[in-house]
């Protein structure tokens, strides 16, 4: 079992960076794919990137551009660089272990909020 670690949260201006790093620990390598969702109060948890073992990256059609996902295998970490920010990225970002490429994500970390100012 993947237990995971969000850091680099925080308050940002719009049109800011943030880049937030997931630290995996227990059956990291093996773990067939790793994804960025997040969260705001009265809403359903919404995907941001995904990342598979063999490198395959999807994104949700509000961030492309501006996000980049990436993975350093020696350190079992994957970051979240987050570009040009809007407010309405102001949310808990969470990541998450899929079992299986397509499958649901779970072993969710804390979660490291992220506040962009207007």
């Known amino acids: 079992q993947v237990q995971l670690v969000e850091s680099g949260g925080g308050l940002v201006q719009a049109g800011g960076s943030l880049r937030l790093s997931c630290a995996a620990s227990?059956?990291?390598?093996?773990?067939?794919?790793i994804g960025w969702y997040r969260q705001v109060p009265g809403k359903q948890r919404e995907l941001v990137a995904t990342?598979?073992?063999?490198?395959?990256?999807t994104y949700a059609s509000s961030v492309k551009g501006r996000f980049t996902i990436s993975r350093d295998n020696a350190k079992n970490t994957v970051y979240l660089q987050m570009n040009s920010l809007k407010p309405e990225d102001t949310a808990v970002y969470y990541c998450?272990?899929?079992?299986?490429?397509?499958?649901?994500?779970?072993?969710w970390g804390q979660g490291t909020q992220v506040t962009v100012s207007s």
């Open positions: 998450g272990a899929a079992s299986w490429v397509g499958g649901p994500f779970g072993s």
């Open positions: 990342i598979t073992r063999a490198g395959t990256i």
């Open positions: 227990g059956s990291t390598i093996s773990t067939p794919a």
